[in-house]
């Protein structure tokens, strides 16, 4: 099986919106399952960016690139 690679991606905010707010459990996220790597996850505002708080099951707010269990790949 060939190994692949996300390669990156950009969350970029257009003029007019200064600052990104993820809340309650919000989140980015790259993940890989099988073979490959996550890869980046890149994030441009102009102000301020926040991660706040955790949802119904306890997963918090944020930007994660992970390789879950079973899957090879970095």
Request: aromatic content about 8%; proline content about 1%; overall charge positive.
């Amino acid at each position: 099986m060939p190994t692949k690679k996300l390669g990156s991606f950009t969350v970029c905010l257009h003029s007019g919106f200064k600052s990104l707010s993820l809340n309650n459990g919000t989140q980015i996220s790259a993940s890989v399952f099988g073979q490959g790597s996550a890869g980046n996850i890149n994030i441009k505002v102009q102000k301020d960016i926040s991660f706040n708080g955790i949802d119904g099951n306890g997963f918090s707010s944020g930007a994660f690139s992970a390789v879950v269990d079973g899957a090879q790949g970095r």
